[in-house]
């Protein structure tokens, strides 16, 4: 994939210091959450680059408290409490989203 088409597919690609500005942290924290498998990026050669729209979607799950693991667990308890009641999943789905439109 050339340059351009890595852009166009990702966005704006930053380095580590970009994305330490970015993120008003310091880089060597950038360093260790990529070790830790908490930044989405991408090793090149000794390079890490981080695509800004994989960064920024990290932001949001971040600032709502919602990972894969809680949703999951949410969603496996309203499952049981569901078949307990004897609702149907579409029944559940049609709720939420009644509640949503209303605010």
Known sequence: ?????????YGEILTVEE???YLKINAQTVYRRFRAGDLPGVRIGRSIRFPRSLVDAWLRLRATGWDEERRQGLFGRLREHAAKKGLRESDVVAVVKRRRRSG
């Open 1 to 9: 994939m050339k340059a351009r088409e890595t852009t166009a597919v």
């Open 19 to 21: 994305l330490a500005s």
